[in-house]
């Protein structure tokens, strides 16, 4: 029960140190502007569904909340989240082709990759996946690519299941290689989270209860990241 009490207290510090960082960063233009209605489209597969944690807990519902503390109590946020446990990035095709998506969203994020890595021996179908779901991403945003944030691939390896195993590491490092040097190459905006992930054998409360997925506060450590780069997105 202790073990749980400073799970809890620690979760409620690093929401605190986001909202420390909102009001930092650009507080006297968001708290006395008019009351904002944005939103936000979040693609990806367990790492964005939240496997394993509530529905509040996992980063796009977590950013949401930190974003909305930012603005006028009136604001509001309509968040959208396509993605699904095990998918890889031809199941995210598949669910976003399924759905008709506008084109008006003010911020887009999309962390896929991690399931191509488990089922597949070599990174081809996500090379030529990838750069399509990107192209989606920023059209739902309007056609503009300054309004979306590309998340890292999680490293599952450093979970209880897995117990550091450097081959699946090495791989994810692959993948986000080529994520990391898509974005350059493109001018997208690019957030590394796979240390926090990396930490989970060190630190057993940033793993989920199912001891594969992340925790409620490895999300919050990841919006700490995440959170100053949408807040200028949108003020933009």
Known sequence: MNDQIETIEEIDEIKDE???IDAEIDSTSVNNSNAKKFKILSLGDSYTIGQSVCETCRYPSQLK??????YPQESTIDLKIIARTGWTTTDLINGINSQNISDDY???????????Q????????FEEEFPLLVDTSIKAIGGDKNK???????????TPLFKDNTDIS??????????????????ITYVYITDISREGLTNP???????????????????QRILPLALKKLNN
């Not at 003010?106 to 191509?116: Q, S």
């Open 18 to 20: 986001v909202v420390i």
């Open 65 to 70: 909340d930190s974003l909305l503390k930012t």
């Open 106 to 116: 003010n911020l887009a994020t999309l962390l896929i990759g991690v399931n191509n």
């Open 118 to 125: 488990y089922r597949f021996s070599d990174m081809s179908v």
């Open 148 to 158: 979306l944030i590309i998340i890292s691939i999680p490293d599952y390896s450093f």
């Open 170 to 187: 090495k791989q994810i490092d692959n993948y986000n290689n080529f994520i990391e040097e898509y974005c350059k190459k493109n001018d």
């Open 205 to 223: 409360n940033l793993v989920a209860s199912d001891n594969l997925h992340l925790s409620e506060l490895a999300y919050s450590k990841f919006i």
